[in-house]
């Protein structure tokens, strides 16, 4: 029971804790600063995209020399060290890859709008820029 009610505890200050800080500042304060931030995120900022792409780079690279080993050696695969960064590379490539996609975003509807903006209708960007 004394474990539920200090769940209950550090579930309530979490969720709490970040009113008592936002209470401190009006809306209109937040939206200013927030508006007025053109510093980049801090992923865009120390290119956390491009360092998982390398890393699953890296990954497929050690598979496919693996690979090449279990055929040229026609050893079997429990004999080789299991290497534990081929488990995450999946992941680490489709995270990195979600990631530099969000990154060309922007410049590609940029792109758009210089090629076919009197083209297109308005709605058509707009849809882009909320979706």
Same mark, same amino acid.
């Given at each position: ?19 008592? =800080? ?70 680490? =490539? ?5 990631? =530099? ?22 709605? =058509? ?7």
């Amino acid at each position: 029971m004394r474990y539920a009610a200090f769940g209950t505890l550090v579930f309530l200050a979490a969720m709490l804790l970040p009113v008592v =800080f936002a209470l401190k500042s009006s809306i209109v304060e937040h939206k200013r600063i927030v508006s007025s931030s053109t510093r980049p995120t801090g992923w865009k900022r120390y290119y956390v995209d491009v360092l998982l792409l390398l890393i699953s780079g890296y990954g497929i690279y050690t598979y496919r020399i693996r690979r090449q080993t279990l055929f040229a050696t026609q050893a079997i695969a429990a004999e080789l060290p299991v290497d534990p960064l081929l488990f995450g590379i999946s992941v680490t =490539f489709i995270l990195g890859s979600a990631l =530099f996609a969000l990154r060309l975003f922007p410049p590609a509807l940029r792109l758009l709008h210089r090629v076919a903006g009197s083209r297109l209708p308005a709605p =058509f960007f707009a849809a882009l820029i909320h979706a």
